[in-house]
């Protein structure tokens, strides 16, 4: 489904501020795989999500995504196969239109946008269904600024806007990371129930371990730009916060104890 | 004051045929969040080309289209210069309109360029500014209507979208760069319109004619905003509102003269306004910014 081979990227390289983000990171995700991904800051988690989805281009190796190689494809090209949520409420959505405006958008990601209507009566009644189905009471604000809502709303509303036009990979970049506790819940039992329902190959990156446990099949750790554990199935249902410490120490020798992992 | 009255119809027609750019400031400043300073060089490229087109025998619609068509052509080069090769917005805006002062030199042969109301059929003229007023308000709407149409296709939704967050426009497919352009070579298109309607207004074109536009166009739009934005929500209105402050930057203008403004001094009265406006909001948020601050003070 995605293979990420041999992927370098260094920032700002030759500089006082270069930073190896990746060091030829090898990365291989089946289809139906939901992948979440921990790892200090610095690790490259992020690095990795964008660079699958085109943001910056590699230094070096190759991603592939259902064996098509979108190496060199720019950042709207690619949006044809990922759905996206970001770490700020903000990113996902355009806040000066309207919530129906935007999911109209997001169901043209990967079409040709010409002269049709740019929403049609057919897709409001649509998308008035699928956001009740979110329980949010968005269905009867369709017609408001998506400037007015709450940074959970707004979340919420990219993950639909990022599963609407099926995605074959969804990246989720610590999606839940700005949102209070409780709101943050609901983001992950929305995202959970989205992934279940249209078997999404999915990688998530979190930085709270309990969740990276609680969700997907798979839990992958990454650092100084590489993959250094990767567990599945069985095992990884079995580990404990724990076990994840004590890999990271292991891995570390000992820096992220002031990490702002340790509390989570 | 009976000399005020008798100038605010010219006012009017003026604010009208602006209105056009203002319009076009609105599609490159409020919705694709781009300073662009082509239109200084967009504007007198429209009256140039219109100029000659007619003189030369052309009919002033097809005159007004060729017009037009030399404006995106102007658009289309600042568009290039900022997404292909990577230059700064005000500055790929500022390069093409120094170009144009030698393209608009080229085009009109000499430095201004008169077409008589006498000798060729034009579509408004000062010497009838009640018809002017009717053809450029026809126009303002006409073009509001075509836009407003526009901005509700899949197309003009992605250029919305991007000007309002490029991030999720490329996140959901949309070349933001092709968008921009677009913006950018419609927007020069209606103010090299404007300019062409001008030119026939005043009944000649000026190689400077188009000197400071993008100010009145800024001047027109944020005027327009902060008399109708609390009102107007709807994308026409606002649209429109823009056309109605290039008309009430007119009658303001006419007003100063009356008071004995000499008209050297309008260019710097209006950077001045304009430079009031855009300073309002920032200024509100600092002193409001202020407030808050001292009152958690006092809490604690």
């Known amino acids: ?264 | 004051m009976a000399a005020l009255i008798n100038a605010l119809p010219g006012s009017v027609a003026q604010g009208l045929i602006w209105g056009i750019l203002a319009i076009g400031v609105y599609i490159t400043y409020k919705v694709l969040d781009y300073a662009d300073l082509t239109v200084d060089g967009s504007l007198a490229t429209g009256g140039a080309v219109a100029v000659m087109c007619i003189t030369g025998g052309m009919n002033p619609y097809l005159a007004l289209l060729m017009a037009s068509l030399a404006g995106m052509l102007a658009g289309l080069a600042t568009g290039l210069f900022h997404t292909v090769f990577g230059i700064p917005p005000i500055l790929s805006g500022i390069l093409t309109q120094l170009g144009l002062y030698s393209v608009n030199m080229h085009i009109l042969g000499k430095s201004n360029q008169a077409v008589s109301v006498d000798q060729y059929q034009l579509l408004v003229s000062l010497r009838y500014i009640q018809e002017a007023c009717i053809t450029a308000g026809v126009f303002c709407l006409a073009i509001t209507l075509i836009l407003y149409w526009f901005f509700g296709t899949e197309l003009g939704a992605a250029v919305r979208a991007t000007g309002c967050n490029p991030n999720m426009a490329r996140a959901q497919g949309i070349n933001t760069n092709h968008q921009k352009v677009l913006g950018l070579v419609i927007s020069n298109g209606l103010a090299a319109a404007s300019g062409a309607l001008y030119a026939q207004y005043q009944g000649s074109a000026d190689v400077n004619m188009g000197r400071g536009a993008i100010v009145i166009g800024l001047a027109a739009v944020i005027i327009g905003e902060v008399v109708f934005g609390k009102i107007f929500h709807n994308f026409a209105l606002r649209m429109l509102a823009a056309v109605i402050g290039a008309i009430l930057y007119y009658i303001v203008i006419a007003i100063v003269l009356q008071l004995g403004l000499s008209t050297n001094d309008l260019k710097l009265f209006s950077a001045l306004i304009v430079a009031l406006f855009l300073a309002i909001p920032h200024l509100k948020g600092k002193y409001f910014a202020k407030r808050v601050q001292k009152g958690g003070n006092a809490d604690a």
């Open chain 1, 1 to 264: 489904m995605l293979k990420v081979e041999k992927v370098y990227k260094t920032f700002n390289p030759g500089t006082i501020n270069e930073k190896r983000a990746l060091n030829g990171i090898d990365l291989v995700l089946e289809e139906g795989d939901f992948v979440t991904v921990i790892g200090g800051n610095g690790a490259g988690k992020s690095t990795i999500l964008n660079m699958i989805a085109g943001v910056y281009p590699v230094d070096q190796g190759r991603i592939l995504i259902d064996d098509i190689d979108v190496t060199k494809l720019p950042e709207h090209k690619r949006a044809k196969y990922l759905g996206r949520v970001f770490q700020d409420p903000m990113t996902g959505t355009a806040a000066d239109m309207n919530i129906e405006e935007n999911l109209a958008i997001a169901a043209r990601r990967g079409k040709r946008r010409f002269l049709g209507w740019g929403i049609t009566g057919k897709e409001r009644e649509s998308y008035q269904e699928q956001l009740k189905a979110l329980d949010l009471g968005l269905e009867t604000r369709m017609s408001s600024k998506v400037g007015l809502l709450s940074g959970g709303q707004r979340q919420a509303l990219t993950l639909l806007m990022a599963s609407l036009e099926q995605p074959k990979l969804l990246l989720l970049d610590e999606h839940t990371a700005a949102l209070d506790p409780k709101t943050a819940k609901k983001v992950l039992d929305l995202t959970k129930e989205i992934v279940e329902k249209d078997h999404l190959t999915t990688l998530m990156i979190t930085h709270n371990m309990k969740d990276a446990i609680r969700l997907g099949n798979r839990l992958i750790m990454m650092h100084e730009g590489r993959v250094i554990y990767d567990v599945s199935g069985e095992e990884k249902k079995g580990l404990k916060v724990s076990d994840l410490l004590a890999k990271f120490e292991e891995a570390s020798g000992g820096e992220f104890s002031n990490d702002r992992m340790m509390l989570s």
